[in-house]
């Protein structure tokens, strides 16, 4: 008869899968309610297996599962969750789980499906670790995350297509699995050509080489955005991440991606943006001595520098030779609002996101009634947002935007904004009355903002 370690922190859950399990599986269960209660257990008793709660208090399951095996401890391990966490299976995986296995609500299934992996782990850990099985893990855990994702092999070949990523592009997993050459980019790109995730260990030349943008990248991590024009020809823009994924004696074993269209959320902003490498730079600002004479003031050099920065930026679209004449008029007069804001334009412009969002700041600091002003850096607090999953800024750009349309209701853009942050956040329902509050508007032709007229001022 087989002994179980069950650690779970919700004891009514243990007394119900403690007896049955016992019953279906003729196994011996001993359960802990918690990681410390099971490792003073593992003290003086071993386990043929153990199944445990991702979601523990102070110690996790992963956190546990590493404590284990820095100890030798090789007990088969079945990670047990009922919440879909974007790494879980990665960890589990990097730290030598056995199977991962999500909580429902027909628990006989469940525990025949728990009852399996037991005997499946344990025969695995006898014999040696059988074919497929970090491909069942990665599986498992990947087909109850929220987002398409799949996972690559070494040689390049799709082990994992998950069931968000068959809605994304039609093409079911069956279809999918097994092949490489290229071929899940397909269905994004219209032919053959390298996803993020082939190129997750090429240096910033190659990214930019293939179209691809970089927002953050980091050993064995990158995120990016690159443009795309599937088969039905409606040029997109997907986000993309992808991960490294390694086994417990840290052998490269694969790859992760994940992939999302932007396209409505991002619109025009990314789709008439170049796609170029962007590295976060120290903060750039001005060299404001202080001491620039009130008769610069007084003959207009830091309006005559602002409209030049305003006639290479809005006219030319030459944003990077405009900043320096943004500096010139703010090292004259710091508290132009509007320069700070144009600076931020043309930062936003050559893909300096973070740059362009301090100056955003600055403008609104000193302006802070000023609905232009306040919606750039909405819009801003958005974009970095979407790009960079921070729901924290997505929830500022809300703030902004709600004392916008306090100030403003007619403006309609921002409505709309409201309703893209608000599906960001997952509120379905108020987003679909953002919208529509955004396309009265629009019909009834009160759509209203308030932006100066830069052909007045170039």
Known sequence: MLSVLLIDDQNPLLEVIHPLLERIGHMKVKTALSAKEALALLTGTTFDAMIVDYDLPEINGIEFLKIIRAKGDTTPVIIFTGVGREYAAIEALNYGADFFLKKGDD????????????????????????????????????????????????????????????????????????????????????????????????????????????????????????????????????????????????????????????????????????????????????????????????????????????????????????????????????????????????????????????????????????EELLFSRAEMLKTIGILRHRQDLIQLAVQDLNLLVGKNPNHAEAWNCLGFCSKELGKDTLSRQYYEKARDLIKQGKNRKKTRNLDMLT
């Open 107 to 370: 628990v006989q299934a469940q525990l025949l499906e728990m009852v399996q992996m037991i005997h499946q782990a344990v025969d695995q850990r006898n014999m040696g670790k059988g074919p497929g099985t970090t491909q069942k893990i990665l599986s498992d855990a990947f087909n109850f995350f929220h987002e398409a994702a799949y996972v690559i092999d070494r040689e390049g070949k799709v082990i994992v297509w998950n069931k968000e990523m068959a809605e994304l592009t039609g093409i079911k997993p069956g279809d999918i699995l097994g092949k490489g050459d290229w071929e899940y980019s397909i269905p994004f790109f219209g032919h053959k050509t390298p996803m993020l995730s082939d190129l997750v260990f090429q240096n910033d030349a190659a990214l930019l080489e293939n179209k691809y943008c970089i927002i953050e990248k980091e050993k064995g991590t990158v995120t990016a955005w690159t443009k795309a024009i599937p088969e039905e020809g409606r040029q997109s823009v997907l986000w993309m991440k992808s991960t490294a994924l390694y086994d417990s004696k840290g052998v490269f074993i694969g790859v992760m991606g994940k992939v999302r269209d932007i396209t409505e959320e991002m619109g025009a902003d990314l789709l008439n943006k170049p796609v170029q490498v962007i590295h976060e730079v120290e903060p750039s600002e001005p060299a404001l001595h202080g001491k620039v004479g009130m008769f610069d003031k007084i003959l207009g050099k830091a309006k005559s520098n602002h409209r030049e920065g305003l006639r290479l930026s809005f006219r030319e679209g030459k944003y990077l030779e405009a900043i320096p004449f943004f500096d010139q008029a703010l090292e004259i007069d710091p508290t132009l609002s509007c320069v700070w804001h144009d600076r931020g334009v043309s930062f936003r412009e050559i893909g300096r996101d973070m740059e362009a969002l301090r100056n955003f700041n600055k403008a609104v600091e000193l302006s802070p009634d000023d």
